[in-house]
């Protein structure tokens, strides 16, 4: 039996994770924490018995208390809130669905705790890489990708030295409007974006797909992970999405970990790791598949995954400073309130306008991020 806490459990992965930890049987939640779905977390708590829920508003805090006062359940909210859950002294492995850079403080306090992390909370890396990679090091902690890409890179190295790596060949589906040009997106509207060919995700994540924004995340996020310098990381368009990622090793040999678009293999390989378990689902027919193509990203029209490269070559608080003005200007497009090629626009002018701090401090992170969302207010 093992024993774990979720940061973002009604989202997405959090709740793909649950569907994990149902068909097991063998894992223990000890703490679960979400945003504002409080009829959700309701649910999950009587199904999981948690010790410790978190929520972050007290209002919503307040609601769940009366929710649940017939169950043996600690509610708690805010960041101190998301911090006990993320040291419970049971835990063992901390699973971070949270979205944005809210969960920056949790996984920190986390590692210092000891725990392992299952990695699916990209902006940890991307914007405070520098912090987590060397503390959780000296902690002796493991960082178990969630991300699909990154836990076929981490799968295809298995049992390999990082030393023979020659280049991460990180895949991506092209998203909803793959092979349009820049004129064809003018007047696209959300529903169009939201509508992704093979993966079924959360909407900022879905948004983050269309504008290849997602992929230049996760080539952050891999730099930091597999110790690797931004000229060793290429994207590669597969737009089947069998391949989930692929390694080059410097005796030219290509290590590929494929299988269906399903996010549960990458969360229970997490769970488990060093382990394989059983996981039910459709299996990959290559009579049927028929072919794998690949493309070069379009990167003239999909500029999320050019700006994220400067950003990452730059360095320091430009990560953050390209991550928080996504983070708003994707809200704001969802809230119909800019066009889906403002996103770019926002993106641009906020990295045009911002001087790099070296080796930021977490509360340098922070700090810089509300500048960038006072910027975007004060314009659009």
């Not at 010790?51 to 307040?62: F, Y």
């Not at 969630?146 to 295809?156: K, L, M, T």
């Not at 696209?188 to 060919?197: M, S, W, Y």
Request: aromatic share 6%; with cysteine.
């Amino acid at each position: 039996m093992r024993t774990i806490a979720i940061l973002g459990s009604t989202g997405s992965i959090g709740t793909q994770t649950l569907e994990v930890v149902r068909a097991n049987q063998d894992i223990q939640v000890a703490a679960l924490a979400a945003g504002r779905n409080i009829r959700k977390l309701e649910e999950q708590i009587r199904e999981f018995c948690p010790r410790v829920a978190a929520v972050w508003s007290e209002e919503d805090a307040r609601r769940l208390r009366t929710a649940t006062e017939d169950l043996d359940v600690k509610i708690v909210c805010g960041m101190e809130g998301l911090v006990e859950v993320s040291v419970l002294p049971e835990v063992e492995i901390l699973v971070t669905a949270i979205v944005g850079m809210i969960g920056i403080v949790p996984t920190i306090e986390a590692i210092k705790a000891g725990k392992d992390i299952a990695l699916a909370n990209k902006e940890t890396l991307v914007t405070a890489g520098h912090i987590i990679m060397p503390l959780a090091k000296r902690q002796g902690v493991r960082i178990l990708p969630v991300d699909s890409e990154h836990s076929a890179v981490f799968q295809a190295l298995n049992g390999e030295s990082s030393r023979g790596i020659s280049k991460i060949l990180l895949t991506a589906s092209g998203g909803p409007f793959r092979g349009r040009k820049r004129e064809e997106l003018e007047h696209i509207q959300v529903e169009d974006a939201l509508k992704h060919p093979n993966w079924t995700m959360g909407r900022k994540i879905t948004i983050d797909s269309a504008t290849l924004v997602n992929k230049g995340l996760e080539v952050m996020e891999a730099k930091w992970l597999f110790g690797v310098d931004l000229d060793r990381i290429q994207v590669v368009v597969q737009p089947q999405s069998v391949i989930h990622s692929m390694v080059e090793f410097v005796d030219g040999a290509v290590i590929a970990q494929l299988g269906t678009p399903d996010m549960k293999l990458p969360i229970q390989y997490a769970l488990y790791y060093p382990e394989r378990r059983f996981l039910g689902g459709e299996r990959l027919d290559f009579g049927k598949l028929g072919k794998i193509t690949f493309e070069e990203p379009d990167t003239d029209t999909f500029l999320g995954l050019k700006y994220a490269f400067a950003a990452a070559r730059a360095g320091g608080s430009m990560p953050t400073v390209f991550n928080a003005a996504n983070e708003r200007a994707v809200a704001k497009f969802l809230e119909r309130k800019i066009r889906f090629l403002d996103i770019y626009d926002i993106i641009a002018h906020c990295m045009e306008n911002h001087v790099p701090l070296e080796n930021p401090s977490v509360q340098q992170i922070l700090d810089t991020e509300q500048t960038v969302y006072e910027m975007i207010e004060s314009r659009w």
